[in-house]
């Protein structure tokens, strides 16, 4: 398995801070002069409504800058993350094929006339439950990422292929129809990863899961975000999921693109600064903004469990149990 890591420390990356510190304004100039960043490196994100925002203004955040390829004029995180990035100096052409309730396998079956071409990196998001039937059962997800990789590494053997693992949402978690009822509002974040570490162990052509929902799991855990908002939002705290508890708020967008940004880049998401436009364009204040780009970097730093360790979690008789027993309750499924 070829696997990426969050590439803080290395010499080009500490290069690239350097300079968008000191020099802020010159920071693309410079990189474009050093780096060649003039050729725009392609990347493709492929998703449902958690990729392209539903529920927050983020998804029509400046939709112009991406390419929708399905031309339903949607910016998305796709375009916060091209905000990011030519703020950080560097020369992206992004494009999302997305489509709300929808899982890889959707994406393999009816769009890759859109998709299967030579990109030079793709992230692939699959269903919130990760199988909208059997909630926490991970085999669509591994089946078909991995045909989705084999396609695109057919057509660029150079391509980097990472995938996204979503957050806890709220109406699983809560309500006693949800698939987690009754367990810690960090589980299905947990639960979820793991299926997407299962997804890159499983194929030797992707290259590692971004942890956004990690990343909200520490929010909560260091009490910038609520955990519950069924019983109100404490004060001082913001909440990561919008009206309808399962899909992304403006502030949950934002923390999901800092960590993707971070993870593809090998940038440290601090180096944006409190400043950083966006979020001026969505509201979001520069204390807030502060805090977020210190959460995805502490989660990007954070160490990943050993292959083993998640192959032994898998092949317990635990693990298969709730598998079983969510797929009982696939008539609890919701839209995403």
């Given at each position: 398995?070829?696997?990426?890591?969050?590439?803080?420390?290395?010499?080009?990356?500490?290069?690239?801070?350097?300079?968008?510190?000191?020099?802020?304004?010159?920071?693309?100039?410079?990189?474009?002069?050093?780096?060649?960043?003039?050729?725009?490196?392609?990347?493709?994100?492929?998703?449902?409504?958690?990729?392209?925002?539903?529920?927050?203004?983020?998804?029509?955040?400046?939709?112009?800058?991406?390419?929708?390829?399905?031309g339903?004029?949607?910016?998305?995180?796709?375009?916060?993350?091209?905000?990011?990035?030519?703020?950080?100096?560097?020369?992206?052409?992004?494009?999302?094929?997305?489509?709300?309730g929808?899982?890889?396998?959707?994406?393999y079956?009816?769009?890759m006339?859109?998709?299967?071409?030579?990109w030079d990196?793709?992230?692939?998001?699959?269903?919130s439950?990760?199988?909208?039937?059997?909630?926490?059962?991970?085999?669509?997800?591994?089946?078909?990422s991995?045909?989705?990789?084999?396609?695109?590494?057919?057509?660029?053997?150079?391509?980097?292929?990472?995938?996204?693992?979503?957050?806890?949402?709220?109406?699983?978690?809560?309500?006693?129809?949800?698939?987690?009822?009754?367990?810690?509002?960090?589980?299905?974040?947990?639960?979820?990863?793991?299926?997407?570490l299962?997804?890159?162990?499983?194929?030797?052509?992707?290259?590692?899961?971004?942890?956004?929902?990690?990343?909200?799991?520490?929010?909560?855990?260091?009490?910038?975000?609520?955990t519950?908002?069924?019983?109100?939002?404490?004060?001082?705290?913001?909440?990561?999921?919008?009206?309808?508890?399962?899909?992304?708020?403006?502030?949950?967008?934002?923390?999901?693109?800092?960590?993707?940004?971070?993870?593809?880049?090998?940038l440290?998401?601090?180096?944006?600064?409190?400043?950083?436009?966006?979020?001026?364009?969505?509201?979001?204040?520069?204390?807030?903004?502060?805090?977020?780009?210190?959460?995805a970097?502490?989660?990007?730093?954070?160490?990943?469990?050993?292959?083993?360790?998640?192959?032994?979690?898998?092949?317990?008789v635990?693990?298969?149990?709730?598998?079983?027993?969510?797929?009982?309750?696939?008539?609890?499924?919701s839209?995403?």
């Amino acid at each position: 398995m070829n696997r990426s890591t969050t590439r803080f420390p290395g010499s080009l990356h500490a290069f690239r801070r350097f300079v968008h510190r000191s020099a802020r304004p010159l920071a693309g100039i410079a990189l474009a002069l050093s780096f060649g960043a003039a050729q725009a490196e392609s990347i493709l994100f492929v998703g449902n409504s958690f990729t392209y925002a539903q529920g927050s203004s983020v998804m029509q955040f400046n939709p112009g800058s991406v390419t929708d390829l399905n031309g339903t004029g949607i910016g998305g995180i796709p375009a916060l993350f091209k905000a990011f990035t030519a703020q950080a100096g560097l020369n992206y052409d992004v494009s999302l094929e997305t489509v709300g309730g929808s899982g890889l396998d959707l994406h393999y079956n009816t769009k890759m006339g859109l998709i299967n071409k030579p990109w030079d990196r793709v992230v692939l998001q699959s269903y919130s439950t990760l199988d909208a039937a059997r909630p926490g059962n991970p085999a669509t997800l591994i089946q078909y990422s991995g045909l989705l990789a084999d396609a695109l590494h057919a057509q660029n053997a150079n391509v980097k292929i990472n995938l996204m693992a979503t957050w806890s949402r709220a109406d699983q978690t809560y309500p006693p129809s949800g698939a987690w009822y009754g367990q810690s509002i960090y589980q299905m974040a947990e639960d979820v990863y793991t299926g997407y570490l299962q997804a890159d162990q499983a194929s030797d052509k992707i290259d590692g899961v971004i942890p956004v929902g990690l990343a909200w799991n520490r929010a909560m855990s260091q009490g910038f975000a609520d955990t519950n908002p069924y019983d109100g939002i404490d004060a001082g705290k913001v909440k990561l999921w919008a009206s309808d508890n399962y899909h992304a708020s403006m502030y949950g967008s934002y923390l999901e693109a800092l960590t993707i940004f971070g993870k593809i880049t090998g940038l440290d998401p601090r180096s944006l600064g409190a400043d950083e436009t966006a979020a001026a364009q969505l509201g979001i204040t520069q204390a807030q903004v502060r805090v977020m780009q210190q959460l995805a970097f502490e989660q990007l730093a954070a160490p990943v469990p050993e292959p083993s360790t998640w192959a032994m979690l898998a092949a317990g008789v635990g693990l298969l149990a709730v598998w079983r027993r969510r797929g009982v309750q696939s008539s609890r499924r919701s839209s995403t």
